[in-house]
Protein backbone atom coordinates (compact mmCIF):
# COMPACT_ATOMS: atom_id res chain seq x y z
CA UNK A 1 0.00 0.00 0.00
CA UNK A 2 2.82 1.90 0.63
CA UNK A 3 4.62 2.29 -2.70
CA UNK A 4 0.71 2.34 -4.38
CA UNK A 5 0.14 5.89 -2.76
CA UNK A 6 3.87 7.05 -3.55
CA UNK A 7 3.31 6.05 -7.46
CA UNK A 8 -0.17 8.00 -6.83
CA UNK A 9 1.46 10.66 -5.86
CA UNK A 10 4.06 10.67 -8.75
CA UNK A 11 1.50 10.67 -11.15
CA UNK A 12 -0.57 13.49 -9.25
CA UNK A 13 2.71 15.89 -9.23
CA UNK A 14 3.30 15.00 -13.21
CA UNK A 15 -0.60 15.85 -13.62
CA UNK A 16 -0.31 19.31 -11.70
CA UNK A 17 3.27 20.49 -12.75
CA UNK A 18 3.00 21.36 -16.01
CA UNK A 19 -0.90 23.20 -14.99
CA UNK A 20 1.32 25.17 -12.02
CA UNK A 21 4.29 26.02 -14.20
CA UNK A 22 1.66 27.32 -16.74
CA UNK A 23 0.91 29.85 -14.19
CA UNK A 24 4.00 30.55 -13.04
CA UNK A 25 4.43 31.80 -16.13
CA UNK A 26 1.64 34.02 -16.36
CA UNK A 27 2.70 35.49 -13.38
CA UNK A 28 6.41 36.13 -14.57
CA UNK A 29 4.59 38.02 -17.57
CA UNK A 30 2.71 40.64 -15.46
CA UNK A 31 5.78 41.30 -13.03
CA UNK A 32 7.85 41.46 -15.98
CA UNK A 33 4.97 44.29 -17.19
CA UNK A 34 4.70 46.10 -14.11
CA UNK A 35 8.52 46.36 -14.14
CA UNK A 36 8.32 47.73 -17.54
CA UNK A 37 5.84 50.39 -16.42
CA UNK A 38 7.91 51.47 -13.51
CA UNK A 39 10.83 51.68 -15.79
CA UNK A 40 9.16 54.39 -17.60
CA UNK A 41 8.69 56.54 -14.25
CA UNK A 42 11.10 58.10 -11.56
CA UNK A 43 10.45 60.28 -8.66
CA UNK A 44 9.60 64.03 -8.43
CA UNK A 45 12.75 65.94 -8.43
CA UNK A 46 12.86 69.59 -8.10
CA UNK A 47 15.02 72.95 -8.70
CA UNK A 48 15.53 75.45 -5.90
CA UNK A 49 13.73 77.89 -8.20
CA UNK A 50 11.24 75.02 -9.16
CA UNK A 51 10.67 74.28 -5.31
CA UNK A 52 9.93 78.49 -4.96
CA UNK A 53 7.33 78.38 -7.97
CA UNK A 54 5.61 75.33 -6.11
CA UNK A 55 5.60 77.19 -2.58
CA UNK A 56 4.40 80.45 -4.51
CA UNK A 57 1.22 77.82 -5.64
CA UNK A 58 0.46 77.29 -2.96
CA UNK A 59 0.57 79.97 -0.89
CA UNK A 60 -1.86 81.65 -3.60
CA UNK A 61 -4.21 79.19 -2.42
CA UNK A 62 -3.55 79.50 1.12
CA UNK A 63 -3.73 83.03 1.11
CA UNK A 64 -7.12 82.89 -0.91
CA UNK A 65 -8.57 80.57 1.65
CA UNK A 66 -7.61 82.47 4.58
CA UNK A 67 -6.57 85.92 3.44
CA UNK A 68 -3.88 88.31 4.83
CA UNK A 69 -3.47 90.52 7.34
CA UNK A 70 -2.96 94.09 5.73
CA UNK A 71 -0.67 95.19 9.08
CA UNK A 72 3.02 95.84 7.80
CA UNK A 73 3.99 96.52 11.36
CA UNK A 74 3.33 92.65 12.25
CA UNK A 75 4.50 91.50 9.08
CA UNK A 76 7.74 93.48 9.44
CA UNK A 77 7.88 91.43 13.66
CA UNK A 78 7.05 88.23 12.54
CA UNK A 79 9.53 88.38 10.00
CA UNK A 80 12.16 89.67 11.87
CA UNK A 81 11.92 86.66 14.02
CA UNK A 82 11.72 84.51 11.30
CA UNK A 83 14.81 85.95 9.91
CA UNK A 84 16.87 85.01 12.00
CA UNK A 85 15.99 81.58 13.07
CA UNK A 86 16.46 81.22 9.17
CA UNK A 87 19.81 82.71 9.68
CA UNK A 88 21.10 79.55 11.75
CA UNK A 89 19.16 77.49 9.55
CA UNK A 90 20.44 74.81 7.31
CA UNK A 91 19.00 75.97 3.85
CA UNK A 92 20.08 80.16 5.07
CA UNK A 93 20.06 81.24 1.35
CA UNK A 94 16.33 80.53 0.73
CA UNK A 95 14.46 83.44 0.09
CA UNK A 96 11.72 82.93 2.92
CA UNK A 97 8.52 84.68 3.14
CA UNK A 98 6.64 84.82 6.51
CA UNK A 99 2.60 85.84 6.11
CA UNK A 100 0.05 86.31 8.72
CA UNK A 101 -3.24 84.91 7.73
CA UNK A 102 -6.32 87.06 8.33
CA UNK A 103 -8.70 84.42 10.86
CA UNK A 104 -9.07 83.62 14.37
CA UNK A 105 -8.39 79.89 14.04
CA UNK A 106 -5.11 78.53 15.31
CA UNK A 107 -3.23 77.12 12.67
CA UNK A 108 0.47 77.27 10.29
CA UNK A 109 1.25 75.98 7.06
CA UNK A 110 4.57 75.44 5.55
CA UNK A 111 4.85 75.70 1.57
CA UNK A 112 7.96 74.47 -0.13
CA UNK A 113 10.55 76.96 -1.02
CA UNK A 114 10.44 79.19 2.32
CA UNK A 115 6.41 80.43 2.88
CA UNK A 116 5.50 80.02 6.21
CA UNK A 117 2.25 80.75 7.22
CA UNK A 118 1.00 81.75 10.63
CA UNK A 119 -2.63 82.75 11.66
CA UNK A 120 -3.17 85.84 13.96
CA UNK A 121 -5.43 83.00 15.69
CA UNK A 122 -1.97 81.39 16.61
CA UNK A 123 -0.08 84.61 17.32
CA UNK A 124 -3.23 85.48 19.89
CA UNK A 125 -2.61 82.21 22.09
CA UNK A 126 1.20 82.72 22.29
CA UNK A 127 2.36 84.37 25.24
CA UNK A 128 6.17 85.45 24.17
CA UNK A 129 8.53 85.76 21.50
CA UNK A 130 9.90 82.74 22.30
CA UNK A 131 6.65 80.81 21.81
CA UNK A 132 6.62 82.48 18.26
CA UNK A 133 10.40 81.20 17.66
CA UNK A 134 9.37 77.43 18.84
CA UNK A 135 6.74 77.52 15.84
CA UNK A 136 8.35 79.35 13.20
CA UNK A 137 11.69 77.20 13.76
CA UNK A 138 8.99 74.09 13.49
CA UNK A 139 7.12 75.18 10.10
CA UNK A 140 10.89 76.16 8.69
CA UNK A 141 11.92 72.79 9.51
CA UNK A 142 9.60 71.36 7.02
CA UNK A 143 10.85 73.13 4.34
CA UNK A 144 14.41 73.19 5.40
CA UNK A 145 14.17 69.11 5.29
CA UNK A 146 11.70 69.27 2.20
CA UNK A 147 8.64 67.16 4.04
CA UNK A 148 6.34 68.33 1.28
CA UNK A 149 8.82 66.65 -1.60
CA UNK A 150 9.32 63.46 0.33
CA UNK A 151 6.18 62.84 1.16
CA UNK A 152 5.30 62.97 -2.11
CA UNK A 153 8.43 60.67 -3.13
CA UNK A 154 7.18 58.33 -0.78
CA UNK A 155 3.63 57.58 -2.08
CA UNK A 156 4.68 58.22 -5.06
CA UNK A 157 1.70 60.52 -5.71
CA UNK A 158 3.28 62.20 -8.38
CA UNK A 159 6.06 61.18 -10.56
CA UNK A 160 8.15 62.18 -13.73
CA UNK A 161 8.60 60.33 -16.88
CA UNK A 162 11.94 58.44 -17.13
CA UNK A 163 13.37 60.53 -19.84
CA UNK A 164 11.78 64.02 -18.15
CA UNK A 165 14.51 66.45 -16.96
CA UNK A 166 12.42 69.09 -15.82
CA UNK A 167 8.99 68.74 -13.84
CA UNK A 168 8.40 72.93 -14.97
CA UNK A 169 8.20 71.88 -18.72
CA UNK A 170 5.22 69.88 -18.38
CA UNK A 171 2.02 71.85 -17.33
CA UNK A 172 -0.13 68.80 -16.73
CA UNK A 173 2.36 67.22 -14.43
CA UNK A 174 3.49 70.69 -13.14
CA UNK A 175 -0.46 70.98 -11.92
CA UNK A 176 -0.68 67.40 -10.36
CA UNK A 177 2.19 68.30 -8.37
CA UNK A 178 1.15 71.34 -7.66
CA UNK A 179 -2.18 69.85 -6.34
CA UNK A 180 -0.51 66.75 -4.98
CA UNK A 181 1.96 69.08 -2.54
CA UNK A 182 -1.50 71.48 -1.49
CA UNK A 183 -3.13 68.81 -0.10
CA UNK A 184 0.53 67.58 2.36
CA UNK A 185 0.07 70.99 3.56
CA UNK A 186 -3.07 71.64 4.20
CA UNK A 187 -4.13 68.27 5.66
CA UNK A 188 -0.84 67.86 7.62
CA UNK A 189 2.45 65.66 7.05
CA UNK A 190 2.56 61.98 8.95
CA UNK A 191 4.10 61.53 12.69
CA UNK A 192 7.74 60.98 11.75
CA UNK A 193 7.80 64.55 9.88
CA UNK A 194 5.83 66.27 12.81
CA UNK A 195 8.45 65.20 15.40
CA UNK A 196 11.64 65.22 13.13
CA UNK A 197 9.95 69.10 12.63
CA UNK A 198 9.86 69.29 16.43
CA UNK A 199 13.78 68.10 16.76
CA UNK A 200 15.26 70.40 14.14
CA UNK A 201 12.87 72.60 15.07
CA UNK A 202 13.87 73.38 18.96
CA UNK A 203 17.69 72.98 18.00
CA UNK A 204 17.60 75.94 15.60
CA UNK A 205 15.30 77.73 17.92
CA UNK A 206 17.77 77.45 21.04
CA UNK A 207 20.97 77.61 18.68
CA UNK A 208 19.48 81.19 18.02
CA UNK A 209 19.06 82.47 21.36
CA UNK A 210 15.55 81.57 21.98
CA UNK A 211 14.72 79.56 25.13
CA UNK A 212 13.53 76.05 23.72
CA UNK A 213 10.96 75.63 25.81
CA UNK A 214 8.56 77.88 23.07
CA UNK A 215 7.01 75.46 21.33
CA UNK A 216 6.54 72.98 24.38
CA UNK A 217 4.76 76.07 26.08
CA UNK A 218 2.22 76.74 22.71
CA UNK A 219 1.56 72.81 22.26
CA UNK A 220 0.45 72.83 25.71
CA UNK A 221 -2.01 75.68 24.98
CA UNK A 222 -2.83 74.18 22.00
CA UNK A 223 -4.02 71.05 24.07
CA UNK A 224 -5.84 73.18 26.79
CA UNK A 225 -8.09 75.22 23.88
CA UNK A 226 -9.16 71.09 22.09
CA UNK A 227 -10.13 69.86 25.55
CA UNK A 228 -13.73 70.47 25.47
CA UNK A 229 -14.00 70.33 21.78
CA UNK A 230 -15.49 66.83 20.38
CA UNK A 231 -12.91 66.20 17.82
CA UNK A 232 -9.48 67.29 17.22
CA UNK A 233 -9.23 70.81 15.80
CA UNK A 234 -6.11 72.69 13.62
CA UNK A 235 -2.87 72.08 14.32
CA UNK A 236 -4.18 69.30 16.58
CA UNK A 237 -6.00 67.35 13.78
CA UNK A 238 -2.99 66.18 11.87
CA UNK A 239 -0.17 66.13 14.37
CA UNK A 240 1.04 63.12 16.89
CA UNK A 241 -0.21 63.37 20.01
CA UNK A 242 0.76 66.27 22.29
CA UNK A 243 1.67 64.44 25.34
CA UNK A 244 4.65 62.37 23.70
CA UNK A 245 5.53 65.48 21.33
CA UNK A 246 6.09 67.28 24.86
CA UNK A 247 8.12 64.53 26.69
CA UNK A 248 10.16 64.05 23.44
CA UNK A 249 10.65 67.74 23.55
CA UNK A 250 11.69 67.77 27.16
CA UNK A 251 13.92 64.87 26.82
CA UNK A 252 15.65 66.58 23.78
CA UNK A 253 15.85 69.82 25.72
CA UNK A 254 17.57 67.76 29.03
CA UNK A 255 19.67 65.20 26.55
CA UNK A 256 21.43 68.68 24.92
CA UNK A 257 21.71 70.65 27.48
CA UNK A 258 19.90 73.53 25.67
CA UNK A 259 17.59 74.95 28.38
CA UNK A 260 18.01 79.02 28.72
CA UNK A 261 17.98 81.38 26.43
CA UNK A 262 15.36 84.59 26.14
CA UNK A 263 11.39 84.38 26.46
CA UNK A 264 11.12 88.17 25.30
CA UNK A 265 7.52 88.80 26.51
CA UNK A 266 7.73 92.73 26.60
CA UNK A 267 8.78 92.72 23.40
CA UNK A 268 6.12 90.31 21.89
CA UNK A 269 3.33 92.12 23.88
CA UNK A 270 4.76 95.23 22.43
CA UNK A 271 4.39 93.78 18.88
CA UNK A 272 1.24 91.52 18.76
CA UNK A 273 -2.04 92.42 20.31
CA UNK A 274 -4.30 90.10 19.19
CA UNK A 275 -6.45 88.36 21.83
CA UNK A 276 -8.02 84.46 21.10
CA UNK A 277 -11.45 84.10 20.25
CA UNK A 278 -12.74 80.59 21.93
CA UNK A 279 -12.75 78.05 19.80
CA UNK A 280 -16.73 77.35 19.49
CA UNK A 281 -17.34 80.91 18.65
CA UNK A 282 -15.01 81.05 15.64
CA UNK A 283 -16.68 81.85 12.71
CA UNK A 284 -16.18 78.70 10.80
CA UNK A 285 -17.07 78.17 7.29
CA UNK A 286 -19.87 75.44 6.92
CA UNK A 287 -19.81 72.40 4.22
CA UNK A 288 -22.05 72.08 1.63
CA UNK A 289 -21.54 74.77 -0.90
CA UNK A 290 -18.84 76.50 -3.23
CA UNK A 291 -16.82 79.09 -2.02
CA UNK A 292 -13.97 80.37 -0.60
CA UNK A 293 -13.34 82.47 2.13
CA UNK A 294 -11.94 86.15 0.80
CA UNK A 295 -10.94 84.09 -2.57
CA UNK A 296 -13.57 84.57 -4.83
CA UNK A 297 -15.12 81.73 -6.09
CA UNK A 298 -13.59 78.39 -6.56
CA UNK A 299 -12.69 77.26 -10.16
CA UNK A 300 -14.50 73.70 -11.44
CA UNK A 301 -11.44 71.48 -10.86
CA UNK A 302 -10.96 73.21 -7.18
CA UNK A 303 -14.38 72.21 -6.40
CA UNK A 304 -14.20 68.38 -7.89
CA UNK A 305 -10.74 68.31 -5.35
CA UNK A 306 -12.52 69.86 -3.11
CA UNK A 307 -15.49 67.56 -3.21
CA UNK A 308 -12.93 64.51 -3.07
CA UNK A 309 -11.08 65.67 -0.45
CA UNK A 310 -14.16 66.31 1.62
CA UNK A 311 -14.91 62.30 1.75
CA UNK A 312 -11.63 61.74 3.85
CA UNK A 313 -11.18 62.23 7.72
CA UNK A 314 -9.36 64.98 8.92
CA UNK A 315 -7.43 63.25 11.49
CA UNK A 316 -3.48 62.05 12.68
CA UNK A 317 -3.62 58.12 12.22
CA UNK A 318 -0.90 55.53 11.69
CA UNK A 319 -2.20 54.91 8.21
CA UNK A 320 -1.10 58.39 6.89
CA UNK A 321 2.99 56.84 7.55
CA UNK A 322 2.36 55.35 4.10
CA UNK A 323 -0.26 58.04 2.69
CA UNK A 324 1.14 61.03 3.94
CA UNK A 325 -2.30 62.84 1.85
CA UNK A 326 -4.87 60.61 3.48
CA UNK A 327 -6.63 63.65 5.06
CA UNK A 328 -8.92 66.26 4.05
CA UNK A 329 -7.51 68.82 1.89
CA UNK A 330 -9.06 72.06 0.44
CA UNK A 331 -12.53 70.75 1.50
CA UNK A 332 -16.23 72.17 0.68
CA UNK A 333 -16.66 75.16 2.02
CA UNK A 334 -19.42 78.13 2.13
CA UNK A 335 -19.30 81.62 2.34
CA UNK A 336 -22.17 81.15 4.83
CA UNK A 337 -20.71 81.00 8.16
CA UNK A 338 -21.89 79.29 11.46
CA UNK A 339 -21.73 80.38 15.12
CA UNK A 340 -21.31 79.33 18.30
CA UNK A 341 -22.27 75.38 18.89
CA UNK A 342 -23.49 75.17 15.14
CA UNK A 343 -21.74 72.78 13.59
CA UNK A 344 -20.71 69.76 15.55
CA UNK A 345 -17.99 67.86 13.55
CA UNK A 346 -16.32 70.68 11.75
CA UNK A 347 -13.03 71.71 12.54
CA UNK A 348 -13.34 75.18 13.26
CA UNK A 349 -9.49 76.13 13.31
CA UNK A 350 -9.49 74.77 9.61
CA UNK A 351 -12.64 75.43 8.75
CA UNK A 352 -12.31 79.18 10.07
CA UNK A 353 -13.57 82.15 7.93
CA UNK A 354 -11.07 84.07 6.48
CA UNK A 355 -10.36 87.98 5.50
CA UNK A 356 -11.28 89.45 2.29
CA UNK A 357 -7.76 90.27 0.81
CA UNK A 358 -5.19 87.81 0.22
CA UNK A 359 -2.29 90.19 -1.01
CA UNK A 360 1.02 90.13 0.12
CA UNK A 361 2.14 92.18 2.58
CA UNK A 362 5.69 93.69 1.12
CA UNK A 363 8.31 93.69 3.88
CA UNK A 364 11.85 94.74 3.41
CA UNK A 365 14.38 94.06 6.36
CA UNK A 366 18.17 95.45 5.87
CA UNK A 367 20.95 93.77 7.75
CA UNK A 368 20.85 97.01 10.45
CA UNK A 369 17.36 95.77 11.15
CA UNK A 370 18.24 92.40 11.77
CA UNK A 371 21.58 93.21 13.70
CA UNK A 372 19.56 95.51 15.94
CA UNK A 373 16.77 93.15 16.17
CA UNK A 374 19.09 90.75 18.01
CA UNK A 375 21.00 92.81 19.98
CA UNK A 376 18.25 94.40 21.33
CA UNK A 377 17.07 90.49 22.43
CA UNK A 378 20.47 89.29 23.36
CA UNK A 379 20.22 87.22 20.77
CA UNK A 380 22.90 85.15 19.23
CA UNK A 381 25.00 86.65 16.28
Given at each position: ??????????????????????????????????TKVTDKFKDI?????????????????????????????????????????????????????????????????????????????????????????????????????????????????????????????????????????????????????????????????????????????????????????????????????????????????????????????????????????????????????????????????????????????????????????????????????????????????????????????????????????????????
Amino acid sequence: MRYRSFGVCIVAMLTICPLAWAQFGKLKGTVDQVTKVTDKFKDIQLTDQEEIKLGEDISTRVRAKYGVVQDPAVHKYVSLVGTVLVKKSSRSSLPFHFIVLDTDGVNAFAAPGGFVHITRGALALMKNEADLAGVLAHEIAHVTEKHTIKAIQKGKLVQMGASETSVSSNPDLWKRLSDEAYKVVFAGFGRGDELDADEHGIILTAGTGYAPEGLGEFLFALKSRNTGSDSKQGLFASHPETDERLQKIEALIKGRNLAGGEMLQPRYAANVKYQPVDQVKIAAIAEGTAGVAGGGEKKDDQKKEGDDEGKKKSRFSLSRLSNPTATSGDTKQSSAVTGSGGSRGVDREREAKGGPNPALVAVTLTDKDIADFKQEGKLKA
